[in-house]
């Protein structure tokens, strides 16, 4: 069942997510200060304009996935509306992480804007 | 990572407040509240499904599955315990024979011997390429003890055999550091030191308390009465302690300072030091105890491995694997039983599985379900099979001192054979590989299966499935004829090594070797029993037949072909209490015995090989290498010797080397430096036994222990038993294959009927002859059989032929036509007997029956 709905909500237009993609993106969003999941699933909506993720709870596997790799760290505190929520930090191991991730991203990038070259007018 | 496992809740209250974080936020941005909350649960996405996924990125979600699958396991066994019982039996049967093996590896080769730091023990010796040499006088052992800057301790050590009122008792002359060094655990008493010395105080193993004095601590305090006089027993040590040796003694007794016999030194290396260190640091003194003629470089001290009975080597384990593989075909063989009744199990599961497979179960997870329950009839099984080669060691160790022959059996000590940990472990892997041999297979099977057939409760007789139980039992037939091969050619090996001729009568003739070196007893000891009235015929003999030989290259005077020759020194008296005929010339005169004249009888062989087709007596035999390792063995003196005599071939060493290539008799007398052993015939009516004789003998003032005294008959089963043995127990291990595949073939042919039930129905209803359909399992069977004993054939032909090129005994014939015919004869009555019930039972299906169920 659960294939089958992924498979259905495919037919968007929106990019798929690299395995290895969203962590990226949520260590960037941690590196202006901790955040809670529906921040950062915010964050990467506004910032990407829309073009990821496609479900905040797809966040989560990648969220426990980074906390068992010691890349941030969570502790449970208080938004800014008074309401509990989880809150993730950037450890010192996350942040050089970053680093050589997002160099790898940008050369990658780059690298397939210049294979692909600039986008053909159309019509 | 921390240890500390996330709780399912404390997610759940995440997700719940990421989504009200969102609803707010949505609020905020203008949304109506119902609008909002229902949008920020929408964005969520399913919040089940990310609670599910965490639950099962947990880390201990595994566990909690495997409990699940353990437990749903043995209901599922527990429900069927025939199944059950019959493959836990099986493998049981397989690993038990496996583990009694590996058990007797363990004790003689892996299991280190129960003292203090046994690891680092090493055996001292030297060896030169004409000799070798295990032991040193008391002088060399002194030196020894002085490297301190190798050694941490050198202890010396012997063996001898000696009589306590008739019973044997195994006894190690120690030095007075042996305790000390090794420090085995003593049940009473206390241990020998240096200070006990000639003393006639010694420490007795537990067993051989029990066995002497009826109870261990009794022991304790008691004289034991030994031929050289009696020794207070002052210590008892437990049985997991035997000495340093792979034959287990029962008596430790301290060296006596005056004796100063040549002892085995062992030694603890000093820490840091390696053995190959020592070595080279030792050639110096190595040298010295080379015999006077060797150049020192050829001569190498030698430390051998001493912490458990047996170094474990390539050579060794290569030796062995044969062993171990057809032990291991037998468990295979089981495997491939169990494997078949679960693949039939799995059909008849089939629904079940279809049922968890469509409920969401993933594959994984069904093939994980039917391995643990494969895993968990393997521990049982391996269990089983624990208790059972407990037993079956047991009861091995029963037939062999019940069937061995009573002198050698009085003589043999076994080392403890404990189920210690190394055995545990190896049951449990074995039973873990066996259970990915069985188990393995028909889960896959299972696994891959149509849903929607299966749910609405077809059968499908699928063709894989058929096909793969095929493939097993061909497997299985072709596992037993490789095992029954070999059992056969054992067999009949040891058949006709039974009935091999000797070339000379063993009846009623006593062989006496002299213990040791020192033959200065052959000649009162000849004149005694010369003397006896109970005895008919003496001989005396630089050795008897069927214990050793010696040879030296010779040639036919006057040719330059060279050949190595046995020779034996005997009196006149030899050949005749042999029964060994004189087929051409004449035999030796007394006085030629007397001085040694010399003349030589040849056997038949040594006369074809050097005067082919000429009258040897006259001819002259020249003998070379005048140089020998040791004095009393020496042919020194015999350069050249005339032939008076020519006898039959006869077997002087191993029976199973055959009959002797060559040999060449010297007359000899019991004075003479040659003579190391006597013949005995006694009087046919006398009341001779050995016993007797070993009485005269201490009157005289000599020491027993010194002789050894067996009945030629008893030398030759003592010659044949290995092969005996060997062939019992590839009796034991080809049955029990047969045996497996006759149940495998049987349960394949009950299946197939089962399967074709409506089709053999409907053929009988359109009037097919109950013959046709017998025929119709008995070709399915036949086929099967074929195939497997093609394939088996093949691969024992290839083994044995691989055998025959390394042995090189005339009387053993490894590859053995006749074992071949034999095996297929018998594995193919077996099959004919596995078909037969099925195939009667197929007769009587009742046509309108499986009709009426059809409709």
């Known amino acids: 069942m659960s294939t089958r709905e992924k498979r259905g909500r495919l037919k968007d237009d929106r990019p798929v997510l690299m395995q290895g993609t969203l962590d990226v993106l949520i260590l960037r969003t941690l590196l202006f200060g901790a955040e809670h999941g529906q921040g950062i699933a915010r964050a990467i909506q506004q910032t990407s304009e829309g073009e990821f993720l496609v479900e905040h709870g797809a966040l989560y596997p990648a969220l426990q996935r980074l906390e068992a790799q010691k890349l941030v760290s969570a502790k449970w505190g208080t938004s800014a509306n008074n309401r509990r929520a989880r809150y993730y930090t950037l450890t010192r191991h996350g942040r050089d992480h970053l680093t050589r991730q997002s160099s790898r991203w940008r050369r990658l990038a780059a690298a397939m804007a210049r294979v692909l070259g600039p986008e053909p007018e159309r019509g | 990572m921390d240890w500390r496992r996330r709780s399912d809740e404390d997610f759940a209250a995440e997700v719940d407040s990421h989504i009200q974080l969102e609803a707010e936020r949505l609020i905020e941005d203008g949304m109506p509240p119902d609008a909002a909350r229902a949008a920020a649960a929408r964005a969520f996405g399913s919040a089940t499904r990310a609670r599910e996924r965490f639950h099962e990125r947990s880390r201990w979600v595994w566990i909690e599955q495997a409990v699940q699958d353990v437990r749903y396991a043995w209901r599922t066994l527990r429900a069927n315990p025939a199944f059950l019982t019959t493959t836990v039996l099986t493998l049981a049967t397989g690993l038990s024979l496996l583990t009694v093996a590996f058990s007797v590896f363990n004790a003689y080769v892996l299991r280190p011997f129960a003292v203090a730091d046994p690891g680092r023990l090493y055996r001292l010796a030297w060896s030169a390429p004409s000799a070798v040499g295990r032991t040193f006088p008391p002088r060399a052992c002194d030196e020894l003890r002085a490297r301190t800057d190798l050694f941490d301790a050198v202890l010396t050590h012997d063996f001898r055999f000696a009589l306590s009122n008739g019973r044997t008792v195994v006894v190690s002359t120690v030095s007075g550091n042996y305790f000390s060094t090794l420090r085995p655990r003593l049940l009473a008493g206390r241990p020998l030191d240096a200070a006990d010395a000639g003393q006639k105080v010694a420490v007795i193993r537990q067993q051989a308390a029990t066995r002497l004095f009826g109870g261990d601590r009794a022991a304790l305090g008691r004289a034991l009465e030994l031929e050289a006089g009696p020794v207070t027993i002052v210590g008892v040590v437990r049985d997991e302690f035997g000495g340093i040796d792979d034959f287990p003694r029962d008596l430790w007794v301290p060296e006596d300072p005056a004796a100063a016999r040549p002892m085995q030194a062992v030694a603890r290396l000093r820490a840091g030091v390696s053995p190959v260190e020592a070595a080279l640091r030792l050639q110096e003194f190595a040298a010295r105890m080379a015999p006077p003629d060797t150049p020192s470089r050829d001569v190498r001290a030698v430390l051998v491995p001493n912490g458990t009975p047996n170094p474990l080597s390539i050579e060794l384990v290569a030796m062995l694997s044969p062993v171990f593989a057809a032990f291991t075909l037998v468990l295979l063989a089981a495997c491939i039983n169990v494997s078949n009744v679960m693949l039939a199990r799995a059909l008849t599961r089939q629904r079940e599985i279809a049922v968890r497979l469509s409920l969401g179960a993933s594959r994984a997870r069904i093939v994980r379900q039917l391995l643990t329950e494969g895993l968990l009839v393997a521990v049982l099984a391996g269990a089983a099979a624990l208790a059972l080669a407990v037993w079956l060691l047991r009861a091995a160790l029963v037939v062999l001192f019940g069937t061995l022959p009573p002198f050698v059996a009085s003589l043999l000590r076994i080392v403890p054979m404990p189920l210690d940990a190394r055995v545990f472990l190896f049951a449990f892997a074995a039973a873990l590989a066996a259970t990915l041999v069985f188990a393995l297979m028909p889960a896959l099977q299972a696994s891959r299966q149509p849903l929607t057939g299966a749910l609405r409760g077809q059968r499908a007789g699928q063709p894989s499935t058929s096909r793969a139980r095929n493939a097993l039992v061909v497997a299985q037939v072709a596992v037993s004829i490789v095992l029954v091969v070999t059992a056969l050619v054992l067999a009949r090996n040891f058949a006709s090594l039974t009935r091999l001729d000797l070339g000379f009568s063993t009846a009623n003739v006593y062989s ?213 043995a060997a062939s019992w127990v590839g009796l034991l291990l080809g049955g029990i294959a047969l045996a497996l595949s006759v149940s495998g073939l049987y349960g394949v042919l009950v299946y197939t009927l089962a399967q074709r039930r409506r089709e053999i129905g409907i053929r009988m209803a359109l009037g097919a002859p109950a013959a046709a359909v017998v025929r119709l399992l008995m070709r399915q069977s036949a086929r099967m059989t074929a195939v497997g004993i093609a394939i088996g054939l093949g691969i024992s032909f290839a083994l044995l032929k691989m055998l025959d090129s390394v042995i090189e005994l005339r009387a053993v014939s490894v590859l053995d036509p006749g074992a071949f015919a034999a095996a297929v004869l018998v594995v193919l009555l077996a099959s004919f007997v596995a078909a037969y019930y099925p195939s009667r039972r197929a007769t009587r299906v009742d046509p309108a029956e499986t009709l009426r169920a059809e409709a």
Not at chain 2, 574 to 592: D, K, M, N, Q, Y
């Open chain 2, 512 to 724: 006496i070797n002299v213990r040791g070196d020192d033959n200065r007893f052959v000649r009162p000891i000849a004149d005694l029993l010369a003397a006896d009235p109970r005895v008919a015929s003496v001989a005396v003999t630089s050795g008897n037949p069927l214990f050793v030989t010696h040879a030296v290259p010779m040639r036919a005077d006057g040719s330059s072909a060279l050949s190595p020759t046995m020779y034996t020194f005997v009196s006149p008296e030899f050949l005749s209490i042999l029964r060994i005929p004189v087929t051409r010339g004449r035999t030796f005169s007394a006085a030629e015995a007397r001085l040694a004249a010399r003349v030589a009888i040849v056997s038949e062989s040594t006369a074809r090989a050097f005067w082919p087709g000429r009258d040897p007596i006259g001819e002259t035999i020249a003998i070379e290498r005048p140089a020998p390792p040791r004095q009393n063995e020496g042919i020194d003196g015999y350069a050249r010797v005339t032939v008076v005599g020519v006898v039959p071939d006869k077997v002087s060493g191993l029976m199973v080397e055959g009959a002797d290539r060559s040999h060449v008799y010297l007359p000899v007398s019991a004075a003479d430096v040659h003579v190391q052993a006597l013949l005995v015939q006694p009087r046919a009516s006398s009341d001779f036994r050995p016993e007797l004789l070993r009485e005269s003998f201490r009157r005289l003032g000599f020491d027993p222990e010194l002789l050894e005294v067996i009945s030629l008959d008893e030398m030759r089963m003592t010659q044949t038993y290995p092969l005996r």
